[in-house]
């Protein structure tokens, strides 16, 4: 059963850092694209960054300059470094794998950016 479980959320600081980790497991993790997304309260989920098995990386506009993800396909990982947060980034966020017709979702993680 394919799990990917996130980490790394939590309250921060307009203008702070957070890093969000997702550790995947029962998948072949080098060949699937990741993903993360984002969900505010009354809004559609949204594709903030992803990545794909080579490494190639597209953002979000919203995110750009600020956001990086990366990936570590040893460690089955995949990590969202956060940095100069904006109240507007508050959501939940789901790490995503794809691959041909597969696609999973994580549970979600809160990140939450207030004074």
């Known amino acids: 059963q394919v799990q990917l479980v996130e980490s790394g959320g939590g309250l921060v600081q307009p203008g702070g850092s957070l890093r969000l980790s997702c550790a995947a497991s029962s998948l072949i993790f080098s060949i699937y694209r990741m993903g993360w997304y984002r969900q505010a309260p009354g809004k559609q989920r949204e594709l903030v960054a992803d990545?794909?098995?080579?490494?190639?990386?597209n953002y979000a506009d919203s995110v750009k300059g600020r956001f990086a993800i990366s990936r570590d396909n040893a460690k089955n990982t995949v990590s969202l470094q956060m940095n100069s947060l904006k109240p507007e980034d508050t959501a939940v966020y789901y790490c995503?794998?794809?691959?041909?017709?597969?696609?999973?979702w994580g549970q979600g993680t809160q990140v939450t950016v207030s004074s």
């Open positions: 995503n794998a794809g691959y041909s017709n597969d696609n999973y």
């Open positions: 990545i794909t098995n080579i490494g190639s990386t």
